[in-house]
C-alpha cells in the first residue's frame, strides 16, 4: 500500500472523528469483518485481508479492531508508518487489549530493525514497554511470551537482555502449548545458529501437534536448505502440510523448491498448477523454483519464466517483494549470459527498493 493512500485513509479516520462519525447500530459489522480479515491473515493471505480492512477502516473509523488488524497488514508490505499511525490508534481506542499493545510494539521493533543506531535504542525501548504491557494485560498470550523471550534473548545487558530469562520464558511457552514451545526453541537455536538443535526442535514441535501448519512447514522449510538439506524429509512434511490446509502457500512453495532442486520438472509443473490453482493470489512457488533452478544452474529457461510470472501480479505481504524478484530475474539472464538485461534488471530492483544492499553488492561485483 502506498504511502499516499496510507495518509488518506488516516486523514479520512480523523475527519471522521472530528464529525463524530460513529453508527452505533452497526457496532457487529467491524467485529465480523475484524474476524475474517484475521482468519485470512493467519493464514497468509495479507492481500485478501487489506480488501476488506481498508474499507472497513474508512466506514468505522473508532473500530479498534480493524484498526489493529490493519496495522498487522500494513507491517507485512512493510508499511511501518501506516502500521504505526493505525497501531497506536487502536489502543488509544481499547488500552486494555493485549494483543492491540503487542502489535504497537512489534511496529516498533519493525522500525528499530531498520533504523540508525542512534534511533534504533529508543525504538526497542518502546517495543519492550508495550510487550511488558501486553503481559500484563494477559500473561499467557503466546505471541506476547515469544516477543519477549526474543528480546530478551538478543538485547544487551543494558537494555533489560538476559538469556537465563529468555529461556525460562521458552519453558513457559512449552507448558501452555508444547509445540508452540519447541518452536520458540528453535527460535533461540536459530540466533545461535545451532542447526543441530534447531533441527531437534523443529521435528519435536512437528511431533507434539502433527496438525501445527507452522511446525510442519518449518520443518520442512528447514530440510528443503542447506547446510542441512533432506529433501525427501521436505517433500514428506510439506505434504503433511498441505493435507492440513491447501489453502496456504508454503507447502505448496516448498514442494516447487524441492521438485526443482531434484530436476523433475515434470512433477514441477504439476506442484505449480495445484498451487496456482488452490492459492491463485500468490505466486511465490514460482520464484521459489526459479531461486532453486539459479541455486543449480539448471533450466535457466524454464527458471526465467518462473521468475516473470511471479512479477505477473502484486506479491503477497511478508514475501519477496518486486525489488527481490526483479533481482532474481536480473542474476538468472546474466547466468544465461545475457547481461545487459541482467544489469537493467538489478537497476530496477534498486529503483523500486533504493536500499536494497544485495542488489547494490551485485552492480558492484559486475563493476569489478
Known amino acids: 500500500m502506498s504511502f499516499k493512500v496510507t495518509k488518506l485513509i488516516l486523514g479520512f479516520i480523523t475527519v471522521c472523528l472530528l464529525a463524530g462519525w460513529h453508527e452505533s447500530g452497526h457496532a457487529s459489522a467491524p467485529d465480523a469483518t475484524g474476524a475474517d480479515a484475521e482468519a485470512l491473515i493467519k493464514s ?32 507485512a508490505f512493510e508499511d511501518f508508518d501506516g502500521a504505526l499511525t493505525l497501531a497506536q490508534h487502536a489502543v488509544d481506542l481499547d488500552g486494555k487489549n493485549s494483543g492491540y499493545h503487542l502489535q504497537l510494539g512489534i511496529v516498533y521493533g519493525h522500525m528499530a530493525e531498520r533504523a540508525s543506531m542512534l534511533s534504533a535504542g529508543p525504538l526497542a525501548i518502546k517495543f519492550r514497554k508495550e510487550v511488558e504491557i501486553a503481559l500484563q494485560l494477559d500473561p499467557k498470550n503466546l505471541d506476547a511470551l515469544d516477543a519477549m523471550m526474543q528480546f530478551k534473548y538478543q538485547a544487551p545487558v543494558l537494555m533489560g537482555g538476559d538469556r537465563s530469562e529468555a529461556r525460562v520464558l521458552a519453558d513457559k511457552i512449552a ?32 511431533q507434539a501437534n502433527p496438525r501445527n501448519y507452522e511446525a510442519l512447514t518449518n520443518v520442512a522449510k528447514f530440510y528443503s536448505q542447506p547446510p542441512r538439506a533432506k529433501l525427501a524429509e521436505a517433500a514428506m ?53 526459479a531461486q532453486a533452478s539459479l541455486d543449480s544452474g539448471k533450466e535457466l529457461p524454464r527458471a526465467e519464466a518462473y521468475a516473470k510470472k511471479y512479477l505477473s501480479q502484486d506479491p503477497e505481504g511478508g514475501e519477496p517483494d518486486a525489488a527481490e524478484a526483479h533481482r532474481l530475474l536480473g542474476l538468472l539472464l546474466a547466468r544465461e549470459g545475457r547481461n545487459a538485461e541482467g544489469r537493467a534488471e538489478i537497476q530496477l530492483a534498486l529503483r523500486i527498493k533504493p536500499n536494497f544492499k544485495a542488489a547494490k553488492d551485485d552492480l558492484k561485483n559486475w563493476n569489478n
Do not use: M
Open 44 to 75: 497468509g493471505h495479507w492481500k485478501r485481508a487489506r480488501a476488506i480492512l481498508e474499507p472497513q477502516v474508512r466506514a468505522y473509523p473508532q473500530d479498534a479492531r480493524s484498526c489493529y488488524v490493519l496495522a498487522q497488514v500494513k507491517a
Open 237 to 289: 512434511y510439506a505434504e503433511a502440510a498441505e493435507q492440513v490446509d491447501a489453502s496456504r502457500i508454503d507447502a505448496h512453495w516448498i514442494l516447487a523448491r524441492v521438485c526443482a532442486l531434484e530436476e523433475r520438472w515434470g512433477e514441477l509443473e504439476h506442484v505449480l498448477a495445484k498451487a496456482e490453482k488452490d492459492v491463485p493470489d500468490d505466486l511465490r512457488p514460482f520464484y521459489e523454483a
Open 175 to 206: 507448558q501452555l502449548n508444547p509445540s508452540a514451545g519447541y518452536l520458540a526453541r528453535a527460535e533461540l537455536a536459530e540466533v545461535d545458529n545451532d542447526q543441530s538443535q534447531l533441527e531437534t526442535d523443529y521435528v519435536k514441535a512437528a
